[in-house]
């Protein structure tokens, strides 16, 4: 029941630019806030950017005015358009959903997780 996936990661030169997308499936009933978040090699993850299901956006400082998040509610896929991008943006990109799942005549919320997509920025 439910899960995410996400793609669009790559090899880019600093400067450039990548687009991940996580799609949502799986008896959804519902999908409330949505985020990207990362994590390099030897830290900790790292909140980059949620969305509410009104379309509320928050973003970590480090990312402010070079990325921007985005949903399209019906096709229940999360966006992340990085650009400018720099080194330091090097990561692992996980995808999180706070979904509502439909189960026979119930209704299950829960925190889902994708598989991450590495993004790598050469300077």
């Known amino acids: 029941q439910g899960h995410l996936v996400e793609s669009g990661g790559g090899l880019v030169q600093a400067g450039g630019s990548l687009r991940l997308s996580c799609a949502a499936s799986?008896?959804?009933?519902?999908?409330?806030?949505m985020g990207w978040y990362r994590q390099a090699p030897g830290k900790q993850r790292e909140l980059v950017a949620t969305?509410?299901?009104?379309?509320?956006?928050n973003y970590a400082d480090s990312v402010k005015g070079r990325f921007t998040i985005s949903r399209d509610n019906a096709k229940n896929t999360m966006y992340l358009q990085m650009n400018s991008l720099k080194p330091e943006d090097t990561a692992v990109y996980y995808c999180?959903?706070?979904?509502?799942?439909?189960?026979?005549?119930?209704?299950?919320?829960?925190?889902?997780w994708g598989q991450g997509t590495q993004v790598t920025v050469s300077s």
């Open positions: 969305i509410t299901s009104g379309g509320s956006t």
């Open positions: 799986g008896g959804i009933f519902s999908i409330n806030t």
């Open positions: 999180n959903a706070d979904i509502t799942v439909i189960t026979g005549p119930h209704l299950y919320e829960y925190d889902y």
